[in-house]
Nanobody, 124 residues
Framework: QLVESGGGLVQAGGSLRLSCAAS????????MGWFRQAPGKEREFVAA????????FYGDPVKGRFIISKDAAKNTTNLQMNTLKPEDTAVYYC???????????????????WGQGTQVTVSS
């Protein structure tokens, strides 16, 4: 089970830090992803981190503003969101894709486990 936390209301230009904690399974062996979905829009890839090795990937809208990281001791993935914009408003989901150490496939698709989501609202 994946559980997100850290969402909330923030003004444009502000920051939030989301966390995704895993219970009942180890994130080692996961490609950890963050996605978001705004009302009336399709789910959008935000960022991903390969737990083993630490490779990171970002969607174009968040490059240079968001940082994905991990805390192995807490079995948690974090998403630091800076310089937030109203268009970042969405429900944010974390997900785990089971991958091999040498092959992850398409980092935007194929995720196996999902959290329930946390709301992020950015006011103008």
């Amino acid at each position: 089970q994946l559980v997100e936390s850290g969402g909330g209301l923030v003004q444009a230009g502000g920051s939030l830090r989301l966390s995704c904690a895993a219970s009942e399974f180890d994130l080692n062996g996961c490609l950890m992803g963050w996605f978001r979905q705004a009302p009336g829009k399709e789910r959008e890839f935000v960022a991903a981190l390969k737990w083993s090795g630490g490779d990171t990937f970002y969607g174009d809208p968040v490059k240079g503003r968001f940082i994905i990281s991990k805390d192995a001791a807490k079995n948690t993935t974090n998403l630091q969101m800076n310089t937030l914009k109203p268009e970042d408003t969405a429900v944010y989901y974390c997900a785990c894709k089971r991958v091999l150490s040498y092959y992850i496939g398409n980092y935007r698709t194929g995720y196996d486990y999902w959290g329930q989501g946390t709301q992020v609202t950015v006011s103008s």
